[in-house]
């Protein structure tokens, strides 16, 4: 499947690298086309591995992930053609986390979220929020929290959310453990959770941390 990435941090390189390895041909999308860190992962990944710009990136992808910091994720699908984007799925993994003041502060709306915004912003296409809850390396690689342990997504297009949960199984994560929180207002209390996670984060002394639900 050839995919787009969008954004070029640690958690656009790690998911991209990801989906070359599974045999998927990743397009990773930046400000610019020559930009140097995306240049340096298409060197180091090889073939499967491809740059350009976030529209580029768009259109590039039947499978588009935006990757980019939440406080720019509007800006980012400002430079990308609504077009290009219609009818793709579009796994919103952002969070609104703003590290100006020199640690980070999770930026909440309550009756609001990144996810439901990017979808307002390209109506057309069919945006689910996943993998957000977790960092990027349990991301790609469950295991790396011992037992057994659940990651959330929401949308308002079935087909496309089980379009995410086929990508997650490939990823390792089992089909039982991938919670469906319903439409994408449920972005709210996934983008919400990252105030807890810091926490934990802190509490336990590593980000492979994660969450069961128990009842």
Request: hydrophobic residues 40%.
């Given at each position: 499947m050839r995919i787009?990435?969008?954004?070029?941090g640690n958690v656009g390189r790690k998911l991209a690298t990801k989906l070359v390895?599974?045999?998927?041909?990743?397009?990773?999308?930046?400000r610019s086309a020559d930009n140097p860190t995306a240049a340096e992962w298409v060197a180091a990944t090889g073939s499967g591995a491809s740059q350009?710009?976030?529209?580029?990136?768009?259109?590039?992808?039947?499978?588009?992930?935006n990757c980019t910091p939440g406080t720019?994720?509007?800006?980012?699908?400002?430079?990308?053609?609504?077009?290009?984007?219609a009818g793709k799925t579009l796994i919103d993994v952002s969070n609104p986390l703003d590290l100006s003041r020199g640690f980070p502060v999770v930026v909440l709306h309550p009756?609001?979220?990144?996810?439901?915004?990017?979808q307002r912003a390209v109506p057309e296409a069919r945006v689910v929020k996943a993998l957000n809850t977790v960092n990027n390396e349990v991301m790609v690689d469950?295991?790396?929290?011992?037992?057994?342990h659940d990651l959330f997504v929401c949308g308002d297009d079935a087909a496309a959310k089980d379009e995410v949960v086929g990508l997650l199984?490939?990823?390792?994560?089992?089909?039982?453990?991938?919670?469906?929180?319903?439409?994408?207002?449920?972005?709210r209390a996934m983008e919400a959770y990252l105030v807890l996670w810091l926490r934990l984060r802190g509490l336990v002394g590593t980000?492979?941390?994660n969450i069961r639900v128990v009842s």
């Open positions: 787009g990435v969008l954004g070029t390895e599974l045999g998927h041909h990743v397009m990773l999308g930046s350009g710009t976030f529209a580029d990136a768009a259109a590039h992808g039947e499978l588009v992930l720019v994720s509007l800006e980012a699908m400002g430079s990308v053609s609504a077009a290009s984007l009756t609001d979220s990144v996810a439901e915004q990017i469950p295991s790396r929290v011992p037992g057994e199984e490939s990823f390792g994560w089992p089909r039982a453990h991938i919670r469906d929180l319903g439409d994408l207002t449920g972005a980000g492979d941390v």
